[in-house]
Every structure is written in structure tokens, then in C-alpha cells.
């Protein structure tokens, strides 16, 4: 775990030197929140469904712009194999990239948030919100991961990352609209069993990422 938390503790370090990424995803998030706060003004009725729907493509695009180029740097600048090279397995290398898209996601996750309960008007900072959106950051972490290893040699990988992502992570979306929306009309008792549903999903797609990276970097 030493190794992992030096990969992460490295990506941290260049983010905050660069500022490449997290930046750009926070503003991304932020401007969809606001932008489809001014398009749910039109919708008469309970904004409950759509806001649970914009909150969550708030921050799958928003951590899409951070996981599409989380290996893709790494090759473009030849630190992937150094990494390769270091007396690591391919286990290791992706826990900390793993860990690290998962902490850049709840960052943004941790500022769109207030913003959008002062936009909606809607609970959105209740403590079962909170834990939604943290098991659906590692899910989506957990696959973008592996999607980006895949797509970061690929000179269409702008495209390739979504096709391959979106559709594998389409049980993930469903479960944290529809458990955020029950809580946004509160029903938080009955959102329980989305949340089993999204952490057996994270489990599952986390293990299997984690399994089959080597194969990934080999190729």
C-alpha cells in the first residue's frame, strides 16, 4: 500500500503543479448544473427526476474530461513506462490511478454539490446524497480506469473512451438517478436497495479492473 500511496501522492503533486484537470472538470460541472438549472425553469411540475438526471451528467461528463486523459498523459509524456518499469505490478499502478480519479471526482463532487441545493432547492446535501455520490465516484472511477488504459494509445481515444465506457456503465447511471431522485422526493428508505445494487456493481467492475489491467498495459 506504501507503492499505491506514492503513485497517488504523485498524481496530487503534478495536478497541483499543473492544475490541468481538476479545474477544468469543477468549471465543466459547474456550468451544466447552472445551464440546466435555467432549462428545468421552463418544466412545470416536480424537478425532483430531472435534477437527480443533471446533477449525475454533471458529473459523468465533468469526470470524463479527467479519466480520458488519466493514462493518456502518462504514455504522451513516456511516465507509463517508467511506471511499467519500476518494481510494481500492474495491480498497484492501477489502485493509484484508481484512487486518485476516484478523489478527483469527489472533489468535484464536494463543490458542485452546495451549488446546486442553492440553484434546485433540493436536498442535495444530505448525508444519503453524500454516500451515493461517493459509491457511484468509485463505480464509474473503477471502469474509467481501465477504459483509459485501453483508449491511451488509440489516436481517436477521444472517441473510443465514451463508446466503450458509457454503454458498460449504463447500470451505474440508472441506479444514482433513481436513488438520488427517491431521496430528492424523500423516500430514502427506498433507495436502499439502489445502493446495494451500486456497490455490488462497484465490486464486481472495480475486481475485474483491477484483475485484468496487466493484460491492458501489456498490450
Do not use: H
Not at 463543490?111 to 444519503?128: D, E, G, I, K, T
Request: glycine share 10%; proline share 4%.
Amino acid at each position: 500500500m506504501r507503492k499505491v500511496w506514492s503513485l497517488v501522492w504523485k498524481d496530487l503533486l503534478v495536478e497541483f503543479r499543473g492544475r490541468e484537470f481538476l479545474g477544468a472538470m469543477v468549471v465543466f460541472a459547474l456550468i451544466t448544473i447552472v445551464t440546466l438549472n435555467f432549462a428545468f425553469d421552463l418544466i412545470r411540475g416536480d424537478r425532483e427526476a430531472p435534477g437527480a438526471g443533471g446533477l449525475w451528467i454533471a458529473f459523468l461528463f465533468a469526470g470524463m474530461l479527467g479519466l480520458g486523459r488519466s493514462l493518456a498523459v502518462e504514455r504522451d509524456r513516456g511516465t507509463l513506462e517508467g511506471l511499467t518499469l519500476c518494481p510494481v505490478d500492474a495491480g498497484t499502478i492501477f489502485l493509484g490511478k484508481f484512487i486518485s480519479n476516484v478523489l478527483f471526482i469527489v472533489i468535484v463532487q464536494a463543490v458542485s454539490l452546495p451549488v446546486f441545493y442553492a440553484l434546485y432547492n433540493l436536498p442535495s446535501l444530505r448525508p444519503m446524497v453524500f454516500l451515493i455520490a461517493l459509491v457511484g465516484a468509485v463505480g464509474f472511477a473503477g471502469l474509467g480506469t481501465l477504459f483509459s488504459a485501453v483508449a491511451a494509445s488509440s489516436r481517436a481515444r477521444e472517441i473510443l473512451m465514451p463508446l466503450l465506457l458509457f454503454p458498460l456503465a449504463i447500470p451505474l447511471v440508472i441506479g444514482t438517478v433513481r436513488a438520488t431522485t427517491l431521496i430528492f422526493q424523500g423516500e430514502s428508505g427506498d433507495a436502499w436497495p439502489w445502493f446495494n445494487l451500486l456497490a455490488a456493481f462497484d465490486v464486481i467492475f472495480v475486481t475485474l479492473s483491477y484483475v485484468v489491467f496487466d493484460l491492458v498495459l501489456e498490450e
